[in-house]
């Protein structure tokens, strides 16, 4: 099956590390990543997509964080 996940938190070194850790457990970048400034709370916000193979049957039960 093939997974997909949308990562977004803050700009910070956070968002950082946890694409790092999405990659390092078999995850690849699925596009460019997005930007968009938070008016409401004068941050900005990054996004990134990334997709995984993985064995077995799709179901929306899956625990993506898990895989």
Do not use: I
Request: charged share 25%; with cysteine; proline share 4%.
């Amino acid at each position: 099956m093939r997974l997909y996940r949308f990562l977004s938190d803050d700009d910070t070194s956070a968002f950082c590390h946890k694409v790092t850790s999405a990659l390092n457990k078999g995850w690849e970048l699925h596009g460019a990543p997005t930007y968009a400034f938070d008016a409401s709370r004068g941050v900005m916000r990054c996004g990134q997509a990334v997709t995984k193979e993985a064995p077995g049957t799709y179901t929306p039960e899956v625990k993506l964080g898990e895989q």
